[in-house]
Nanobody
Framework: QVQLVESGGGLVQAGGSLRLSCKASGRIFSINSMGWYRQAPGNQRELAATISNIGRTNYADSVRGRFTISRDNAKNTVYLEMNSLKPEDTAVYYC?????????WGQGTQVTVSS
């Protein structure tokens, strides 16, 4: 089974930065992409950023220019560098792995940005 473990969330003031990490483990044969989704209270889960196995990135308009996604394929790890954080970035951030058209999810890590 695939397991995703996130870390790096916490409390930060507006304008600050955080770096999230997600380590994938288990029987993974073909990773198509990894990424980060977020869900704020009362809202649906939304895409923040993804990166494919070939390095192609995709960002939500709301985070483009402030967040940077990267990965270490050898370690099956994806990172999300979050800069210039805003209170509206407050959410639970979930790591996602796509393989063979299936999606796997981490348990989430809380990011809280104070004004």
């Amino acid at each position: 089974q695939v397991q995703l473990v996130e870390s790096g969330g916490g409390l930060v003031q507006a304008g600050g930065s955080l770096r999230l990490s997600c380590k994938a483990s288990g029987r993974i044969f073909s990773i198509n992409s990894m990424g980060w989704y977020r869900q704020a209270p009362g809202n649906q889960r939304e895409l923040a950023a993804t990166i494919s196995n070939i390095g192609r990135t995709n960002y939500a308009d709301s985070v483009r220019g402030r967040f940077t996604i990267s990965r270490d394929n050898a370690k099956n790890t994806v990172y999300l560098e979050m800069n210039s954080l805003k209170p509206e970035d407050t959410a639970v951030y979930y790591c996602n792995l796509e393989a063979l058209r299936l999606h796997y999810w981490g348990q989430g890590t809380q990011v809280t940005v104070s004004s």
